[in-house]
């Protein structure tokens, strides 16, 4: 009967430590998934816009962006509040185009200034290199795998250099390409293609010439101003890049850049002039948009971000850029509703009451999607179920009591 005494003190330890034990694991285990749901999804997402092309990004004279990237920057607020996301979407200007080391391609993304990155930016850029360690961008950043604009490269240059071209027979043509100075800028996918092809166009002039004195200059300046001063025959970019030259020039920035006019009102011209047609024997370019690799959450932006480029409000705004390729002047520009940027401080600067609230509303709806999410509930969930598991241990143990008598008696 001792032995009988001692297995029924033992149980009951047992049940009374498994179930404090069963307590603190769900309690633990519900405090980690809910902190981990919260760390899984950005307090801020940082949006750069590039504005090399208008159609896909301009500053509106109010501050706020037009073209493709500020239907996006609309579009992708309304994709986070359906996943019930309260995440603020801050868009800001991104500088690293055209300038040399000290603003090399991809900056903001790199140096965690911004979360992704939309502008005329294709996916064949992954095989560039960073100037400042040489290492591929394909390390650093990933595209959504949806594209919103298929482009390739065309020339920009005077109408009567292109007319000669015009009237070249087919089969003069690539010898008649292969002689012609054409300025291409280092670190963009454009020159990459030219040297890819170097046996079709070797005559190709690679700007900066040389080590660039003042890192913040535009390094198209030293082009086109070799173009307009007849050193180079063509400026060579993507298509929707020489449509903004062409049709808005640049709107200069004093120590970065010069204020140039639209290159139309100089007797410049695309080539080669029909749409959707482009110099042969080099690759055509698909833009999307770039996120940077090495967040916490780069799968689930690049998740959101694909959701959003095939959602049907942004057709208008792909149907835009493709039109303002193409110089369809009269094609109707995208809603011109777009969301306002914040100033500079608040870019920066997210007031942590506000952030205290996004992330208790984000704990709030996990709770809602998923109760066992909650500690408390999992406490009165066990506390509540604490005499059926006694009652049950009661019985285990009067049933293990039963049969040990029995075995008593039956020895006896």
């Not at 896909?56 to 962006?65: A, H, L």
């Not at 850029?125 to 960073?130: G, K, N, P, V």
């Not at 292109?162 to 963009?188: D, F, V």
């Amino acid at each position: 009967m001792a032995f009988l005494h001692f297995n029924k003190k033992s149980f009951k330890f047992i049940a009374a430590t498994s179930l404090v034990s069963s307590i603190c694991f769900f309690s633990n285990s519900a405090s980690q998934a809910s902190n981990a749901s919260i760390g899984s999804y950005p307090s801020q997402i940082r949006l750069g816009i590039r504005t090399a092309s208008s159609a896909i990004g301009s500053k509106n004279i109010d501050n706020s962006y037009g073209g493709f990237c500020g239907e996006f920057l609309k579009t992708l607020g309304q994709e986070l509040s359906r996943q019930n996301q309260q995440i603020p979407v801050i868009a800001l200007d991104i500088a690293n185009q055209y300038r040399g080391m000290e603003y090399p391609r991809y900056d903001g993304l790199i140096s965690n200034k911004v979360e992704i990155e939309c502008g005329p930016n294709s996916k064949s850029s992954l095989r560039l290199r960073d100037t400042r360690d040489r290492k591929p961008f394909r390390q650093k950043i990933i595209f959504s795998r949806n594209n919103f604009h298929t482009t390739g490269i065309k020339l920009l240059l005077k109408k009567e250099t292109a007319a000669e071209l015009q009237s070249t027979p087919l089969n003069q043509l690539e010898e008649k390409l292969s002689t012609l100075r054409i300025a291409a800028i280092k670190g963009t996918t454009t020159l990459k293609e030219f040297r890819v092809n170097r046996d079709f166009y070797n005559s190709v002039v690679r700007y900066p010439k040389r080590k660039q004195a003042n890192q913040k200059l535009d390094v198209r300046d030293f082009a086109l101003d070799d173009l307009e001063a007849g050193k180079v025959k063509a400026f060579a970019s993507d298509a929707i890049i020489l449509r903004t030259l062409l049709e808005k020039g640049v709107k200069g920035k004093p120590g970065y850049r010069k204020d140039r006019q639209p290159l139309k009102n100089l007797n410049y011209v695309i080539y080669p002039p029909e749409p959707g047609k482009y110099l042969p024997n080099l690759g055509k370019q698909q833009y999307a948009i770039a996120i940077n690799r090495n967040t916490p959450y780069a799968k689930w932006l690049r998740q959101t971000i694909d959701r959003v480029l095939k959602s049907a409000d942004l057709s208008q705004a792909k149907q835009y850029v493709k039109q303002y390729e193409d110089g369809n002047y009269y094609a109707s520009a995208p809603p011109s509703q777009v969301i306002q940027p914040p100033s500079a401080v608040e870019a920066v600067e997210i007031d942590e009451e506000k952030e205290a609230v996004e992330v208790s509303n984000r704990t709030n709806n996990n709770k809602k999607d998923n109760p066992f999410a909650d500690p408390k509930f999992i406490i009165e969930f066990l506390t509540a179920a604490a005499p059926a598991i006694v009652a049950v241990a009661g019985l285990i143990s009067a049933i293990a009591a039963w049969k040990n008598g029995k075995s008593e008696k039956g020895e006896s």
